[in-house]
C-alpha cells in the first residue's frame, strides 16, 4: 500500500513515520512517497527517517519527490500536511493581526483567516489532482485550518476526504485520566467545529461521569483545560471546552500576551527549525537526535502566552507526547482493514448539526470502517455554543467564496464577519496589510 504524505519535508512528518514503524500491526505500507516544494527540507526529513528505520525490519521504502503528479499516481492514502507561505507566512500574519489589536493564530482569527485564503486556492488545485490521478484514493487532511481546507477539498473529492486533529482526542484523554477511567473505553461527546468544539459529556459503561468532574472544584482544577479556563468558567458552561476557546473566552487577555511576547509563535517556530534544517546540512549530524531534541522544546512551549495568562503553568509531560500521527494511522487502519472504530474527526454534516447544511464540514465522533467516517447523531448545541459556530462558519464560507472567486471586497467580508476582529476599517485594513506582505494573495482584486 502506498501512502503519500503532502508537505513531506514538514518538521513533524517523523511521527507519521514513527508511528507507522512502532505499530507494526498496520503492516499494509510497504512504500511511503514524501512529497514537497523544498528539496533540501525532503531530504533533511528523509534522514531522520532513514535512522528511525534502522533497526526495524521490513520498514516502508521511503522516497521523496517534488513531482506532485508523480506522488499523486497510485496512492491509496494521501496525507495531507502542506504549509502555504511556511513558518515565514505564519509569522507575517500574526504580526500584521496584531499591529491592529486583533488575534493572528494560524486557525483562529484574522490569522486564520489570512492563513485559508493562501491555502485554499492550493488545496482545491491537490484536489482536482488527486481526483484525476488518484481517485481511489482516501485522502487525510492535517492541513490548517483543518475544517476549512477539508471543506473546500470535499467539493471536489466527498467523503473521501477527512480531516483529524489531535485536540479532541488530547482532550478526550485528559478528562478520562483525571476521572480514573480508560480512555479507550470512554465515549466522549464532543461536538463542534474545528478548534472550536465543546466536551459535553464522556460515557463510562454506559454512565456520563462529566457531570462529577464538574462538581469537584480540585478534580476540574487539577489538568490543563481546568488550570486554562478556570473551575468557575467551566462550571459555568457545564462542559469542557477545546483549548483553542480560550482565544474567543479570554480574547484580550491572549491578544495582550501575543502582543508583549519576545516573538510570535510562528516566529520562534521558524528561527527553530531553521537551525535544525541548517544542522541538516551537515552530513555527521545525528538526525534522529537532533530532530527529537527540537521536537521537545517545541511541544514544550505550546499555547505557553495562554498558559501564561491563566497562570496554568508548565504543560504536563504526559501532554507532550503529540498525537495527531496516531489518529490518522488509526482512521487509515480502519478504512484499509475494515477494522470500525470511533474517531472525532472533521466530516461533511449529513445533517448531525441541524443548523447548519448538509456540505458544511463539522468535528464530531464518527464511526469509521472501509467505507469511510460516518457522523454520529448528537444532540443540539447550547445556544452560547450555537452562536459561535454558525458565526465562524459563515465566516469559513466567504474565505472560501473569495478564494473562488478572488474577490477582495469578499475577503474584507470574511475578516469583518468574525466575532474576534471588531471593525469593518480594521477588516480593510487586515486586507491591505496581508496583500502586502503575502505573494500568496496576489489573486485577490
Same mark, same amino acid.
Given at each position: 500500500m502506498k501512502l503519500t504524505i503532502l508537505g513531506g519535508g514538514g518538521f513533524r512528518v517523523p511521527l507519521v513515520y514513527g508511528a507507522l514503524l512502532t505499530d507494526r500491526a498496520e503492516g499494509r505500507v510497504t512504500e511511503?512517497?514524501?512529497?514537497?516544494?523544498?528539496?533540501s527540507r525532503l531530504y533533511a526529513v528523509a534522514r531522520v527517517l532513514e535512522e528511525q528505520a534502522a533497526r526495524v525490519p521490513d520498514a516502508p521504502k521511503v522516497t521523496a519527490t517534488t513531482d506532485l503528479d508523480e506522488a499523486l499516481r497510485g496512492a491509496d492514502f494521501i496525507f495531507s500536511a502542506i504549509r502555504v507561505g511556511g513558518l515565514e507566512g505564519r509569522a507575517h500574519d500574526e504580526r500584521v493581526a496584531l499591529a491592529e489589536g486583533v488575534l493572528g493564530q494560524e486557525t483562529v482569527g484574522a490569522g486564520g483567516i489570512a492563513y485559508g485564503l493562501r491555502t485554499v486556492p492550493v488545496a482545491v488545485d491537490i484536489a482536482r489532482r488527486v481526483a484525476r490521478l488518484a481517485p481511489d484514493a482516501w485522502v487525510i487532511n492535517f492541513t490548517n485550518p483543518a475544517g476549512l481546507v477539508t471543506e473546500a477539498m470535499s467539493r471536489h473529492l466527498g467523503d473521501r476526504v477527512i480531516g483529524i486533529c489531535d485536540?479532541?482526542?488530547? &482532550?478526550?484523554?485528559?478528562? %478520562? =485520566?483525571?476521572?480514573?477511567?480508560?480512555?479507550?473505553e470512554a465515549w466522549i461527546d464532543y461536538v463542534g467545529l474545528n478548534h472550536l468544539g465543546w466536551v459535553r459529556g464522556l460515557r463510562v459503561a454506559g454512565r456520563d461521569e462529566l457531570p462529577r468532574l464538574l462538581a469537584d472544584p480540585d478534580l476540574l482544577g487539577s489538568f490543563e483545560e481546568g488550570k486554562l479556563f478556570g473551575v468557575d468558567?467551566?462550571?459555568?458552561?457545564?462542559?469542557?471546552?477545546?483549548?483553542?476557546?480560550?482565544?474567543?473566552?479570554?480574547?484580550?487577555?491572549?491578544?495582550?500576551?501575543?502582543q508583549q511576547a519576545e516573538?510570535?509563535?510562528?516566529?520562534? &517556530?521558524?528561527?527553530?527549525? %531553521? =537551525?535544525?534544517?541548517?544542522e541538516m546540512k551537515r552530513p555527521d549530524a545525528a538526525a534522529l537526535t537532533?530532530?527529537?531534541?527540537?521536537?521537545?522544546?517545541?511541544?514544550?512551549?505550546y499555547m505557553a502566552e495562554n498558559r501564561e495568562t491563566a497562570g496554568a503553568g508548565e504543560r504536563d509531560a504526559d501532554d507532550l507526547s503529540g498525537g495527531y500521527e496516531k489518529v490518522a494511522l488509526a482512521l487509515m487502519r480502519a478504512i484499509a482493514r475494515d477494522e470500525r472504530t470511533t474517531l472525532i474527526l472533521n466530516v461533511r454534516n449529513q445533517g448531525t448539526l441541524s443548523v447548519l447544511d448538509t456540505d458544511a464540514v463539522i468535528e464530531v465522533p464518527c464511526l469509521v470502517d472501509a467505507n469511510g467516517a460516518h457522523p454520529v447523531a448528537v444532540a443540539p448545541l447550547p445556544e452560547h455554543a450555537t452562536g459561535l459556530v454558525c458565526a465562524v462558519k459563515g465566516v469559513e464560507r466567504e474565505v472560501l467564496a473569495a478564494a473562488e472567486s478572488g474577490s477582495r471586497t469578499t475577503a474584507v467580508k470574511a475578516f469583518a464577519l468574525h466575532p474576534l476582529v471588531d471593525s469593518v476599517?480594521?477588516?480593510?485594513?487586515?486586507v491591505e496589510g496581508y496583500t502586502d506582505v503575502h505573494p500568496g494573495l496576489a489573486y485577490l482584486k
Open positions: 511511503v512517497v514524501l512529497h514537497d516544494l523544498d528539496d485536540s479532541p482526542v488530547g &482532550l478526550g484523554r485528559r478528562i %478520562a =485520566r483525571v476521572l480514573g477511567a480508560d480512555p479507550k468558567w467551566l462550571q459555568s458552561l457545564g462542559a469542557i471546552p477545546n483549548e483553542y476557546l480560550h482565544y474567543y473566552y479570554f480574547n484580550r487577555e491572549a491578544v495582550r500576551a501575543y516573538k510570535t509563535r510562528g516566529a520562534f &517556530l521558524a528561527d527553530q527549525q %531553521a =537551525r535544525f534544517y541548517e537532533a530532530w527529537d531534541r527540537t521536537r521537545a522544546e517545541r511541544e514544550a512551549t476599517n480594521v477588516a480593510r485594513r487586515l
